[in-house]
């Protein structure tokens, strides 16, 4: 948009209706700003249940418009069913839901993403689904760290997640999936720590991992039982093969986690690996 008081009277209504991140309009609101191309190569053909405004607000409001002409949508598939823990609190940089109440959800996958112009948002009308202002901070963060995650070398995966025929005979990395799996809901956050940050060659040059999980100031109360359950896990698979050297894993409250720690450690997500990670796939639900 090149007429700057056109574009001022367009961030003038934005500022106006309080636009904001992870704000809902219906899946056919966008369709004119889709290539059909582009909705049968990345969409299926089908519009999605709703987008989800993706640019930070600060974007959205950005005072000169052509500092920020377009802006970025997430699809949205609605299912009725439970969310899925694994895919809680940004656990999955691909996939997040964003639970709207016991047994109804959002899922979003970050590559279902378009663009449209900025001066498009204030012809669209929002939907207000109730979403809590902690599935908000989640989306935020899930939308940057799709960006700067950081993912952990390929021989680490290895020693971490190897399974065989022998169902008792899995890595650490199991089990630890397997209690975000089971206690997903109630964790605001994992984190990982593991030394070197290269690849390892030579199979019994060891890794040095710890983990960290806070949980969430509401299930405080089940601190206790969460790292009861973390320990049963990992104890079915110590000690561990001499690739690996592990450094312990507690459950905590979110206040004993220092600026220090978040040096030494990096958000742990289920599929932050290079080349080894698995696919997303998952029981669907009921989509409308």
């Given at each position: 948009m090149?007429?700057?008081?056109s574009?001022?009277?367009v961030?003038?209504?934005?500022?106006?209706?309080?636009?904001?991140?992870?704000?809902?309009?219906?899946?056919?609101?966008?369709?004119?700003?889709?290539?059909e191309?582009?909705?049968?190569?990345?969409?299926?053909?089908?519009?999605p249940?709703?987008?989800?405004?993706?640019?930070?607000?600060?974007?959205?409001?950005?005072?000169?418009?052509d500092?920020?002409?377009?802006?970025?949508?997430v699809?949205?598939?609605?299912?009725?069913?439970?969310?899925?823990?694994?895919c809680?609190?940004a656990?999955n940089?691909?996939?997040?839901?964003l639970?709207?109440?016991e047994?109804?959800?959002?899922?979003?996958?970050?590559?279902?993403?378009?663009?449209?112009?900025?001066s498009?948002?204030?012809?669209?009308?929002?939907?207000?689904?109730?979403?809590?202002?902690?599935?908000?901070?989640?989306?935020a963060?899930?939308?940057?760290?799709?960006?700067?995650?950081?993912?952990?070398?390929?021989?680490?995966v290895?020693?971490?997640?190897?399974?065989?025929?022998?169902?008792?005979v899995?890595?650490?990395?199991?089990?630890?999936?397997?209690?975000?799996?089971?206690?997903g809901?109630w964790?605001?956050?994992?984190?990982?720590?593991?030394e070197p940050k290269?690849?390892?060659?030579?199979?019994?040059?060891?890794?040095t991992v710890?983990?960290r999980?806070?949980?969430?100031?509401q299930?405080?109360?089940?601190?206790?039982e969460?790292?009861?359950?973390l320990?049963?896990?990992?104890q079915?698979?110590?000690?561990?093969s001499?690739?690996l050297t592990?450094?312990?894993?507690?459950?905590g409250?979110?206040?004993?986690?220092?600026?220090?720690?978040?040096e030494?450690?990096?958000r742990?997500?289920?599929h932050?690996w290079?080349?080894?990670?698995?696919?997303?796939?998952?029981?669907e639900?009921e989509?409308?």
């Open positions: 090149s007429d700057c008081s574009g001022d009277a961030v003038e209504l934005i500022s106006s209706q309080g636009w904001l991140q992870v704000d809902l309009v219906p899946g056919n609101a966008l369709a004119a700003f889709i290539p191309a582009v909705l049968e190569a990345q969409f299926g053909g089908a519009l249940a709703y987008w989800a405004l993706a640019s930070h607000s600060c974007t959205v409001h950005a005072r000169n418009y500092d920020a002409p377009t802006v970025e949508w699809a949205c598939k609605l299912v009725k069913k439970k969310a899925y823990n694994k809680l609190n656990l940089p691909r996939k997040l839901h639970p709207l109440g047994k109804q959800h959002l899922e979003l996958k970050i590559q279902r993403r378009i663009w449209t112009p900025r498009a948002l204030p012809e669209l009308n929002r939907i207000d689904l109730g979403l809590d202002e902690s599935s908000k901070e989640t989306f963060y899930w939308m940057g760290h799709s960006y700067t995650r950081i993912a952990m070398p390929d021989k680490l290895e020693r971490l997640r190897f399974s065989d025929d022998t169902p008792a899995v890595g650490l990395g199991v089990q630890v999936d397997q209690f975000i799996q089971e206690k809901d964790l605001h956050s994992a984190w990982v720590s593991f290269d690849e390892l060659l030579v199979p019994t040059e060891p890794y710890s983990f999980f806070l949980i969430k100031n299930h405080k109360r089940s601190l206790h969460a790292q009861q359950c320990e049963a896990l990992l079915a698979v110590l000690p561990l001499a690739g592990f450094d312990g894993a507690e459950v409250p979110l206040q004993d986690f220092t600026m220090l720690d978040a030494a450690y990096t742990y997500n289920i932050d290079l080349s080894l990670g698995d696919n997303d796939a998952d029981d639900g989509e409308e």
